[in-house]
């Protein structure tokens, strides 16, 4: 599943019960800049920061790199998300963020 800059991604329960560890679940491109310290430059100054949801073992992940990158170079190689605000604003998942794996 591809999401956009104007749709949240919602990632639900069923959708980590089906999943099997390393499957992207859905990737998204964003026009706004990223920082793990600050999350995202709202004047939409920068480069467009791609993100991928992976499933792991009953748990999962949010990654980002550049645009230019495959999701799965991403899912592989990434700078993973650690701030649970910063998650939020990308994937909705208000019961699967019980399982992200920090």
Known sequence: MQATDNS???LTLEMLEK???RDILFSGIVNQYYSPKDGFNRLGIGEQVKFV???GFGDWALYYGTAHYSDQ???ENGEKVF???H???IVHC???IA???Y
């Open 19 to 21: 999943s099997n560890p």
């Open 73 to 75: 170079y991403i899912a």
């Open 83 to 85: 701030c649970e605000n």
């Open 53 to 55: 949801v992976v499933a």
């Open 8 to 10: 949240i991604p919602t």
């Open 87 to 89: 998650i939020q604003q």
């Open 94 to 96: 208000p019961k699967a």
């Open 99 to 101: 399982f992200y794996r």
